[in-house]
Each structure stands twice: as C-alpha cells, then as structure tokens.
C-alpha cells in the first residue's frame, strides 16, 4: 500500500479544510452588516395582494388588445381582504392568457385602491402546491432507489442549501470578495457532501481532491477569460435591477461564482465516478500495476467526459432558448451577436466549467491510482502455469 502518496492526500485535504474553516469565520458577515446594506423594496401603500378563485374564463378583452397579442377575461371571486366574497373581472394578456388557467384555480391578484372603486389585476397563479407534490415525490423516488445513499444525499443537498443561503450570498451583498467566497462556500461544501453521501474514506477523499484540483482549473481559466474579454458581468435586466440595489455589488466576480458554483455539481458527478472506477478495478484485478490501473480508469473516464460535455452544454442552450430564438430575428452577424456580453459571458461559463471538468478526469484518475491498494505479486510457478492455462 502507496502510504506515501495517502498521507500526502490527507495532508492536502487538512490544510485546504483548515483554510475553508478559517475562510467561513474570517468572511462570515454579521447581521448588522447584512441589515445595512439590505434596503427592502416595498409595495406602494395603495397595492394589495389578494388570492383569489377563478369561477369563469372566456375569449377576447373588454380593454384595447396591444398587437397580435392573446387575451382573454376571467372572471374572479376574491378569498381574502376587505373585498372577500366579492366578484370582478380581471384580463389575462399575452403570457398570462397563454399559462393554462381555467375555472377552479386559485390564483394572486393585486389590488390597486383608486378611489371610488379598486383596480384589479393578475398577478400569479398558486404553484406553491405543484412545487410540494414534485419536491415530496422527488424525496420517495432518491429514497426508493438509493435508499441510505439517497438519504444522505439529501442532507448533503440541504447542508448545500444552507451554506449558499446563509453564508454566500450574504457575504456577497456585504461586499465580501466574491471568488474567495465562491471558493470558501463551495469547498465546504464539496467536503460535507462527499463525506456525507460517500462516507469517509480514501476513496471518497480522492474525489474530493480532483474536485478541488478541478474547481481551482475552472476558476483560474474563468478569471482570465473574463478580464481578457472584458467582461461586465451584466448580461441581462436581472443584473441591472441588482445593481440599483447594490451599487457596489462587483459583477465580473459575481460571474465568477456564478461559474464555481456551477460546476460544484458535475464536478463532483465526474470525479467521484472516477474514483470509485479505479478502486473497482482494482478490485477486479489485484495483480494490474498503476500505470496499468491509469490507462483502465482514463478509458471509462473519456466515455464519462463525452457524455457530461453534452450535459453541459445542452443545459445552458435549455436555458436559453428564448435567447436562442431570437438569432433568427436579426440580421446582425453571429460573430457579431457572439461577441455581445450575453452570449459571452454564457460562452466563458460553459467552456470554462468544461475545461475544468475534462482536467478533472485524468487528476482524480492519477491520484486514484497512486493512492488505491499496492498490486499483488503475480502467482509463481506451477500454480501460475495451471491458472494462465485455464
């Protein structure tokens, strides 16, 4: 057994472990940082929020059409306020005409006090219990199949949860440096959730070793990209409408941890993959020599990478479609329409995390096959003659 190359791991892994629990206490903001710098947008005195139950939809608009536009008008018995059991018509244009409603759904309106009479509009309809139902089946089916694996797959999801929640983003809107908490977050992340869903071993911290080493390849190649494309990290009205509400907010590293936190998943995905591969091979054949054991692991490996590039990709283009869309209605080149900070900054993410996942492959698959069991000697003599006979 390699005791050399396992006790540089684990040396490896304390020292980054120390510096994530160093890097959470040091860059941990406070509630009362957090509380100035979050100024709450409120409704205008005049708006309510009202749920509401629609009893009836039909064709066409009392009010003017804008365009080519769908729109229809429902009618609506209010379930709450001072206009509870009240009757009043609302109009459903364009996306909201086009989202399905029909009688019986239980919708949010708001409520606009104008005088005389209030004006009422839609606002959304009540998903919440659709989310429920998916969330709670999502739960019985990774339980089902993995069982105790799934389980902790679970606490390792709501631990990572946590952490973005209730270390990350506050840390960001308190000015805290965006790579240095994107890399601290998701660091321990990675350690709990490969622990935890993994459990403690060897094994498992060669994962997490080429999932770091890994991680450390997609933000280096992200940083660089960025600056030399003279990134913004404005790509869409979502950052604009950030940005008024946190001047001092650093786009281009919100980029960043926009890419770290990306590839957090498929990182691990692949290297844990890898992983278990050369310990199983290993397994299958105690006699085969690291070298041997190398080139093993890096062919499941390539058949692993093809696959996740397509993951990666098809993901971002999923996700983008209405963008995607609209390169049919310009006459702009695409070179053109490439180098806008939208597609590039999409272009910069996707490559970015794809680089470092493809790296991932071969690290993790090297340090697996210096850190998994010594091979045995071949059998000699006789006996060896009878077993390579049959």
């Excluded at 139950?53 to 009010?63: A, L, Q, R, S």
């Excluded at 429920?132 to 739960?139: C, E």
């Excluded at 080493?213 to 997609?218: D, E, H, I, K, R």
């Excluded at 996707?350 to 850190?371: E, F, H, M, Y």
């Amino acid at each position: 057994m390699n005791w050399t190359a396992r006790n540089v791991l684990i040396g490896f892994l304390a020292v980054i472990g120390v510096l994530a629990v160093a890097g959470l206490i040091w860059l941990w903001p406070s509630g009362q940082d957090l509380s100035s710098m979050v100024k709450k947008v409120y409704d205008a005195q005049n708006l309510t929020h009202e749920t509401a139950t629609i009893t009836e939809i039909k064709d066409g608009c009392d009010t003017q059409q804008v365009g080519q536009a769908k729109c229809l008008t429902a009618t609506i018995t209010v379930n709450t306020g001072e206009d509870a059991g009240k009757s009043v018509e609302i109009s459903l244009l364009g996306p909201q005409a086009q989202s399905g409603l029909r009688a019986g759904d239980v919708v949010e309106v708001n409520r606009i006090n104008a005088g005389d009479a209030p004006v009422w509009s839609y606002s959304s309809a009540n998903r919440l219990p659709v989310l429920g139902v998916l969330a709670a089946l999502f739960v019985v089916v990774v339980l089902a199949v993995a069982r105790w694996k799934g389980l902790f797959a679970l606490l390792g999801l709501v631990f990572a949860g946590a952490v973005l929640v209730g270390f990350m983003l506050p840390a960001l809107i308190t000015g805290k440096p965006g790579i240095v908490v994107a890399l601290v977050g998701g660091t321990a992340i990675m350690f709990v959730v490969l622990y935890v869903a993994h459990g403690v071993s060897i094994r498992t911290s060669t994962a997490l070793a080429g999932t770091l080493l890994g991680l450390a390849v997609t933000v280096g190649l992200g940083a660089l990209s960025a600056e030399f494309a003279r990134l913004s990290g404005f790509a869409d009205e979502n950052e604009y409408d950030l940005a008024q509400l946190l001047p001092g907010m650093n786009f281009r590293e919100l980029l960043m941890v926009g890419i770290i936190v990306g590839g957090l998943g498929v990182l691990n995905d692949v290297t844990i993959t890898q992983s278990s591969a050369v310990w199983e091979l290993r397994a299958a054949a105690p006699a085969m020599g690291r070298g041997k054991l190398f080139a093993a692991g890096m062919r499941i490996g390539r058949d692993h990478i093809a696959s996740t590039i397509y993951t990666i990709v098809f993901a971002y283009a999923g996700g983008s479609m209405a963008v995607l869309l609209l390169l049919y209605f310009t006459d702009r080149p695409a070179t053109a329409l490439l180098n806008a900070e939208m597609f590039a900054g999409e272009i910069v993410r996707t490559l970015g995390s794809a680089i470092g996942l493809v790296l991932s492959v071969p690290i993790t698959t090297g340090i697996a096959a210096l850190t998994v069991a010594s091979p045995e000697p071949e059998p000699r003599g006789r006996h060896a003659v009878g077993v390579d006979a049959e």
